[in-house]
């Protein structure tokens, strides 16, 4: 046979099939080996060079020996397999609804902060921490005033963890009258600073307290009630991959 010779190097990932069968890929190829070492069913490289590393569908082709003790001679026979491969995740949600009251008021205080969640009570078992969000009332940026809000990871000893957010200003009715979504994924570390993500620029106190601070804007734009008697109402959205399981069966 032609087609035998395993790369010499560490596979970048092997599967091991029915507990004889081991299913190794490399950059290029992929092998199915038969541990058993009976001869049979050896070698095949399978996969095209540009296959990517990601797990999806492969197209297996085994290439089965002819039994070298009746002759030689026969034409090999070609067994097509598919192996098909899942990796399989979910999204966790966290909402979390924080009403301010008495907001104008509290213009003047430096950070106020939500309860802690920890990411046990919310299934994100593969990290630990605790999820928070923090507010400044007033942050001066450029001369000019905003309301900054993030979310920070605390007290992890162990492992990032991948997720996005938005954050929202609720109005009477409980719609969501503004909102910041952050469309990529950030990675929350266990150390500052990418423990914490979110706007220094969350809103203008110019949009959020017009009558404080009225722009030429708001003048000409109907006022959104972004207050509701004095109350800030947010709202967080956060995303969290579930613990990644990678399954794979050998179809006939
Ligand atoms: C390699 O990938 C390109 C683009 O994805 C595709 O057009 C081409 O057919 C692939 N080649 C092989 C050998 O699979
Ligand atoms: C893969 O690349 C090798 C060498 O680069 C080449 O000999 C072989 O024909 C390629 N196979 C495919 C399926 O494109
Ligand atoms: C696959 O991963 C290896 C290293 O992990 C990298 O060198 C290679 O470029 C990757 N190939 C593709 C197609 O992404
Ligand atoms: C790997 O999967 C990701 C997400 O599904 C995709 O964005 C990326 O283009 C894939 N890479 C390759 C080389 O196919
Ligand atoms: C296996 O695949 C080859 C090439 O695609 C094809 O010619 C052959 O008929 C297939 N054999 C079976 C048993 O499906
Ligand atoms: C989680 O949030 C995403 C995007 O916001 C949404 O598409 C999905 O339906 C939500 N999942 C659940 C279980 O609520
Ligand atoms: C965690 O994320 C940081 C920043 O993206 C990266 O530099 C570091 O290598 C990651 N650590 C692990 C264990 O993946």
């Known amino acids: 046979m032609s087609l035998t010779g395993t790369p010499s190097t560490t596979p970048q990932f092997s599967f091991l099939l029915r507990s004889t069968l081991i299913y190794s890929c490399w950059i290029t190829a992929c092998v199915l080996a038969d541990t ?4 049979n069913a050896i070698i095949a490289p399978v996969l095209p060079n540009n296959t990517s590393n990601n797990s999806s569908t492969g197209q297996a082709s085994v290439l089965a020996n002819g039994n070298a003790d009746n002759g030689g001679g026969k034409a090999p026979a070609i067994l097509n397999k598919t192996f098909e491969v899942h990796t399989a995740s979910q999204l966790i949600n966290l909402t979390i609804n924080w009403k301010i009251d008495n907001f104008i008021f509290l213009l003047d205080q430096a950070e106020l902060r939500s309860p802690l969640v920890s990411s046990e009570s919310i299934g994100i078992t593969e990290a630990d921490g605790d999820w928070q969000l923090i507010l400044n009332p007033t942050k001066t940026i450029a001369g000019k005033d905003y309301v900054s809000l993030n979310v920070e990871r605390s007290g992890a000893t162990f492992g990032n963890v991948t997720g996005r957010f938005g954050f929202y200003i609720l ?3 409980g719609g969501e009258a503004y ?3 952050d469309e990529i994924t950030n990675v929350f570390t266990v150390d500052p600073p990418e423990n914490f993500w ?5 809103i203008a106190h110019s949009v959020l307290l017009p009558s404080l601070k009225p722009s030429l804007t708001a003048l000409t734009t109907p006022r959104k009630n972004l207050l509701v008697n004095g109350a800030l109402h947010i709202r967080a959205r956060l995303e969290f991959l579930s613990p990644v399981l990678v399954t794979g069966a050998l179809k006939e």
């Open 36 to 39: 058993t070492g009976n001869g």
């Open 171 to 173: 109005d009477k009715k």
């Open 179 to 181: 909102s910041l979504f």
């Open 198 to 202: 979110g706007w220094e620029k969350f």
